[in-house]
């Protein structure tokens, strides 16, 4: 079988196709994927989303701790052209590959098994952030429901929103009388350490587990291309800045130089 993934990317601002140029070439030797590129949400746009979601005002990622941030529209349209899709999943049962403008690939053949055991999960997250993620149809339904239909609040970004989504799910599912059994969650292990976690997740101890990679796979064959200073985003001043570390860099794929007009 062969998937679809959506590469989400700004066509209007040439960093990013920069980035989403030299990272989709790298899927070319994935051959059970094809990669599409696709025009995210911005500020400009952001209002032709067909769905509300409910925001919160101030941001709870654990990087904005100690700093009161309100969630800026960028911050807004990133989620919503990853949450374009999660809905896509669940509206049409169609498990897209969600792929981020950066997302490169290290090493194909891990991607292809991987990508083969896709049906076996629930949440598949094989980069070391959130630059390639699918989710299956019922957790997508699953997370609509939470989020368009009950109303809960989203108020981080949009891996720490999926950490949660998962955990409900695992939650949802463990209560008896619904009688579903959670798939595998492969997930990036906490700690930079560049190793995927995997696990069926039900409790919060599992959730530990997965994060601290004890049942895993080694190496996330999938990664950021990144050439310093070279960034869409513009990040608080105070918190949230790239401040990238040897470790950081060694998981990274760094790029000499970015060439756009």
């Not at 067909?50 to 100690?66: C, H, L, N, R, V």
């Not at 598949?124 to 339904?141: D, F, N, Q």
Request: proline share 5%.
């Amino acid at each position: 079988m062969k998937y679809r993934a959506v590469m989400i990317c700004d066509f209007d601002n040439p960093v990013s196709m920069a980035y989403a140029n030299i990272a989709k070439k790298t899927w070319d030797d994935v051959s059970n994927v094809e990669v599409e590129l696709w025009q995210c949400y911005t500020p400009a746009t952001e209002f032709k989303a067909p769905f509300s979601i409910p925001w919160g005002e101030y941001s709870s990622a654990s990087k904005y701790k100690d700093v009161k941030h309100k969630i800026t529209p960028t911050e807004r349209c990133c989620l919503t052209s990853m949450f374009h899709w999660w809905k896509h999943i669940g509206d049409t049962g169609e498990r897209v590959i969600i792929l981020e403008h950066d997302a490169y690939v290290r090493n194909a053949k891990k991607v292809e098994m991987l990508v083969d055991q896709i049906p076996q999960h629930d949440m598949w997250c094989i980069g070391i952030a959130a630059e390639c993620i699918t989710l299956s149809p019922r957790v997508a339904r699953f997370g609509m429901d939470k989020w368009l239909d009950k109303m809960q609040i989203i108020d981080a970004g949009p891996m720490a929103e999926l950490f949660t989504l998962i955990h409900d799910w695992g939650n949802y599912c463990s209560k008896a009388h619904n009688r579903l059994t959670p798939k595998i969650t492969t997930w990036p292990t906490g700690h930079s350490k560049n190793l995927l976690g995997r696990h069926v997740i039900t409790t919060v101890a599992d959730g530990k587990l997965l994060n601290q990679g004890k049942k895993g796979l080694q190496n996330a064959p999938v990664t950021q291309c990144y050439c310093p200073g070279k960034n869409t985003i513009i990040h608080h001043k105070q918190k949230g800045g790239i401040h990238y570390k040897d470790d950081t860099y060694n998981q990274m794929e760094i790029l000499e130089n970015l060439d756009y007009e």
